[in-house]
């Protein structure tokens, strides 16, 4: 009987290395290293020349975003901008809510971080790959949903599994648009590759974080560094596990 929690193997061994860099047979079987030092060094040169375009991306992601989350609210009567409306919606109108912004922030969101995964490949990019991906609509949401609840009962099963899983999975989307995985089998390989390593990873966030407060308290005047470091050093953890992308 076979084991349905695991990532077909055709699938997984089939990428060729990207680069030099990593696969997914490499990634899977935890074949490559993270070091957050070299990763934020070279995230932080490869900024020059690259931060309008992060930046012109995070503005097309804000401005799709607030629309939606307009239009949304008139739908269903939710707002995330008014708070004595969100008091007075119902349970089944901040549920529709929600699935009609997740159906638009989860390709997105995956436009977003390819935008990253793009420059530390040297690859061509622009900001509208934020739009880019819409193709893959069904998995991306699919994968968020399955991802958010997930992580929703390993967080009420003592905080810890939620956390693991909160790491584990952060390289889903990537993997669905880029390598042409399936929802249960990208979340399966991205759990299965950052479990190798999974301090590592979530050291790397920890850092992140840090230096997203520190760009944030001098007036935000540091996030329009910090921001496109961000995204690109995002990219460059991508490559070193998984590579470039798959062949047609």
């Known amino acids: 009987m076979s084991d349905i929690y695991k990532a077909p193997e055709a699938q997984l061994t089939s990428g060729e290395e ?28 490869r900024t020059k020349g690259n931060k309008g375009t992060v930046w012109l991306a995070i503005i097309l992601y804000i401005v799709a975003f607030v629309v939606v989350s307009f239009v949304a609210g008139m739908i269903t ?3 995330a901008f008014d708070i004595e409306q969100q008091a007075n919606a119902s349970f089944g109108s901040t549920i529709l809510y929600q699935i009609l912004v ?10 977003m971080m390819m935008i990253g995964i793009k420059i530390a490949r040297d690859e061509k990019t622009s900001a509208t790959e934020v739009f880019a991906h819409f193709d893959k609509l069904l998995p991306l949401v699919v994968a968020n949903i399955i991802m958010s609840i997930l992580v929703t009962i390993g967080i009420f099963l003592l905080v810890l599994p939620g956390i693991y899983l909160a790491v584990a999975y952060m390289l889903t989307l990537p993997l669905i648009v880029d390598k042409n995985l399936g929802p249960w089998q990208a ?18 966030l920890i850092v992140a974080l840090l230096l997203y407060v520190a760009g944030a308290l001098p007036l935000l005047i540091g996030l329009i560094w910090v921001l496109p470091l961000l995204a690109i050093a995002f990219g460059v953890v991508y490559r070193n596990v998984f590579g470039g992308p798959e062949s047609a």
């Open 102 to 111: 997740n159906l638009i922030a989860a390709p997105l969101t995956a436009g």
């Open 18 to 45: 990207g680069g030099g860099y990593g696969s997914l047979e490499r990634g899977v079987a935890g074949d490559y290293s993270i070091s957050i030092g070299e990763i934020f060094g070279e995230a932080w040169r």
């Open 187 to 204: 979340l399966e390989t991205s759990r299965k590759a950052i479990t190798k390593h999974w301090f590592a990873f979530f050291g790397f």
């Open 77 to 79: 009567g939710y707002s």
